[in-house]
């Protein structure tokens, strides 16, 4: 069921597949694998298999019965793009997406190389926003390959934040989310990594949202940045 959230940049969540697996650094201490876990052990049905990938074809129709306009952040708890989720059951979910045009769905992955692959076989309605990770420099060819995309909306969620980005190439992107790790184990964000990028977004005139400080509180960290709060969004134009 889809379900409203805490996530700063969106209103609600849905997921029609649940679980995913790591490949990268920034999935060490994935959340969403805390909280399937603890979902399992209170007997939710659709956490009867934990953390491991599970479509769920039967929360496939939630979005036709929401009555009001949403933002909504798409597998909260998966990755959209797991080589796992079958491309017909992909298609199924941008079906979906396009079917319901008053709301707009947020997706973001980390296999950006599927995505890109992927990408020409579905159906790019004005209402998707498609997003990549990106936790540090090693990772900004997730952004090249968004690029590619026929999107109207592009997104990077650079978050948790791990390592120096110190050149960032925002042609073609629509909006930059950065935020630090938060709970047990949070590695740290430092503040100059944040101020490198807010200049860029700035010298690039492209959206920055600053989503949080993170660490083990991450409500006492807050997500005050040069004394302010930063939640700029992006404005959908047409691409030529």
Sequence with gaps: ????????????????VTGCSKISPGCKNCYAEKMAKRLQAMGQFR?????LLTLQPQALNEPYHWRRSRVVFVNSMSDLFHEDVPLSYIKDVFRV????PTHQFQILTKRSARLKQLAPDLEWSPNIWMG?????????FRVDHL???PALT???SIEPFLGPINRLDLSGIDWVIVGGESGPGARPMKQQWVKTVKDICLKQDVPFFFKQWGGINKKRAGRLFEDREWNEMPTPTSRN
């Design 147 to 149: 690029r590619s995309v």
């Design 1 to 16: 069921m889809s379900q409203r959230t805490k996530i700063e940049w969106t209103e609600i969540t849905w997921n029609p």
């Design 132 to 140: 990549v990770s990106v936790e540090n420099a090693d990772f900004l």
């Design 47 to 51: 956490y009867r298999n934990g953390f």
């Design 154 to 156: 592009r997104f990077i």
């Design 97 to 100: 997406m396009k079917n319901c």
